[in-house]
């Protein structure tokens, strides 16, 4: 390795909860020489740039947090934004992972180099790691809608991922999208906007949400007795499971469990808006599941208030001073975008990633599908764990997703270090066998390919027109491949010491087995 820069175990980029995940488990693996950086001024990832009115978790809190740290604190069973950006500050403390975080660093690319990776940022540094883990998530690049005459408006722009504080009162808001943010978002801005023109494209699955804040002598006993919030985890995790996975990713067999959740949801808008016009606008013609839903309370319910319009007719165009669509235009002051993000064009990967033998990974992915084997490791890149990656995400609740890659990385770096290696890469013919196995899964299985998605208009689909960013699988079968998945589908090579390979000269290579440092086991 080249001394004059810096020289780690491993670079995590992303400080949001995978990240920090990744790193846990990288501290319990012995490898204590991390370096994680973050392009936002704090962690927490999406809970740190979130900051809009109403933002809270869209699943039970409970199922919403590391299962080796749970959370007794929780004030609702669907917590707001705050306390999910407290919770990620106190893992961090926890676990000790505040002194590897460097703030305000964007990194711009990554290039793997013999037997190390060379990561550069924006401000033209350079920093070396043995490995190289990527934690940008899956909704970070927002996307900004490619409108006429969008940049002429005159009035004030907010975006949902830049939120800045506004008052609204009195003025004339429309805002683009009708997605989970905007469900959240939409009741909080009716609340004190004078006229509200919400613009739909697509309508959204809705479900009652059983919201309720959860009793002080509840979290005492939580705190008191962690097996039973264990418990009332696994409860939740499992209704959702029925709900929203087995009738998705398992449609055929349990078509039923998809029916009944769209039977919920049709129930719910019926007993909140009466006027069968505006009803059928809301309600939409795809089947449940193609695109992610949500729940609210009060979603549909904004919809019948006199100040507020539901515009469901394609914008042509925006001017200085509102926004044109065939039905006429519409004054306004304020322009919200609710937009969501650009996975597939720019996040997929966040930023340049050059593997062996200079493959390039965004170019790889467009030009021979988007795949991972596991939903961790890519072939052609040795030492590389991508963990927002096709086929990843599992279950409902991100952390089942980022706990099964802890697990995966544990038992990769075990069986690495049992064979004296420290360079690992998936074989080409274990990688091809996963995205068969997965993409069988998706066309036999799923809604994705059974059910009406043609006009979901979902994240879930990449610009091919594949469902490649859930894994088709329940999450226990997710869960048993991270464990057991067979060693052989990596292959491991020994560095030849040279003296300055694997960190600075001198310095012994990481312990053989792991070891637990200072943080609790899980």
């Not at 002051?333 to 990974?361: H, S």
């Amino acid at each position: 390795m080249n001394q004059k820069f810096p020289q780690y175990d491993a670079v995590v980029v992303g400080a949001g909860f995978g990240g920090m995940g990744a790193a846990v488990e990288l501290r319990r693996l012995g490898l204590d020489d991390l370096l994680i950086l973050e392009r936002e001024d704090d962690l927490g990832g999406t809970w740190h740039v979130n900051r809009y009115p109403g933002l809270a978790v869209d699943i039970p809190s409970p199922t919403y947090s590391y299962s080796f740290e749970p959370n007794p604190h929780w004030s609702r069973l669907f917590a707001p934004g705050e306390e999910l950006k407290r919770y990620a500050a106190h893992v961090a403390d926890k676990y000790d992972l505040r002194r590897f975080m460097r703030f305000g660093t964007a990194v711009t690319g990554a290039g793997w180099r013999d037997d190390h990776w060379e990561v550069r940022t924006a401000d033209g540094s350079v920093v070396t790691a043995r490995y190289l883990v990527t934690a940008t998530g899956f909704l970070s690049q927002p996307k900004m809608p490619d409108i006429p005459g969008i940049s002429s408006f005159q009035g004030e722009v907010i975006h949902t991922a830049a939120w800045q504080p506004a008052d609204l009162t009195g003025k004339r808001v429309a805002i683009i999208g009708t997605g989970a943010t905007a469900v959240q978002l939409i009741p909080e801005l009716a609340r004190s906007a004078a006229a509200l023109t919400v613009y739909q494209r697509t309508p959204i699955w809705v479900s009652p949400k059983p919201d309720h804040p959860i009793p002080v002598p509840l979290r005492k006993l939580f705190a008191r007795l962690p097996f039973v919030q264990r418990a009332v985890r696994w409860l939740g995790s499992s209704i959702l499971e029925l709900m929203m996975i087995s009738g998705v990713v398992h449609y055929r067999q349990l078509r039923l469990a998809n029916r009944l959740a769209e039977r919920w949801c049709r129930a719910h808008l019926h007993r909140q808006v009466r006027d069968p016009v505006l009803r059928r606008k809301l309600t939409p013609d795809y089947s449940f599941g193609c695109k992610r839903p949500t729940f609210s309370n009060d979603y549909f319910r904004t919809f019948t208030q006199p100040h507020v319009r539901l515009e469901t007719s394609t914008i042509e165009r925006i001017d200085a001073g509102g926004v044109i669509t065939a039905e006429g235009r519409t004054e306004i002051d304020v322009l919200v975008l609710a937009t969501g993000f650009d996975l597939w064009d720019t996040n997929f990967p966040a930023f340049e990633v050059i593997g062996r033998d200079g493959r390039d990974l965004g170019a790889w992915w467009r030009q021979n599908r988007f795949q991972a084997y596991e939903g961790v490791s890519v072939p052609g890149f040795p030492n590389y764990l991508s963990l927002n990656s096709p086929y990843s995400y599992s279950g409902l609740s991100y952390f089942t997703t980022i706990e099964c890659q802890m697990t995966h990385l544990r038992r990769l770096f075990t069986g690495m270090r049992q064979r004296g290696a420290e360079v690992f890469e998936v074989t080409q013919r274990a990688n091809d066998e996963f995205l068969d196995r997965m993409r069988g899964k998706v066309v036999r299985n799923s809604v994705f390919s059974l059910g009406r998605c043609a006009t979901a208009h979902s994240y879930y689909f990449n610009q091919h027109g594949e469902a490649t960013l859930l894994r088709p699988t329940s999450t226990i079968s997710a869960q048993r491949a991270a464990g057991r998945f067979p060693l052989r589908d990596y292959e491991f090579t020994p560095v030849r010491r040279t003296g300055t390979a694997g960190g600075p000269p001198g310095r012994p290579a990481p312990s053989t087995g792991p070891r637990r440092a200072g943080t609790p086991a899980s």
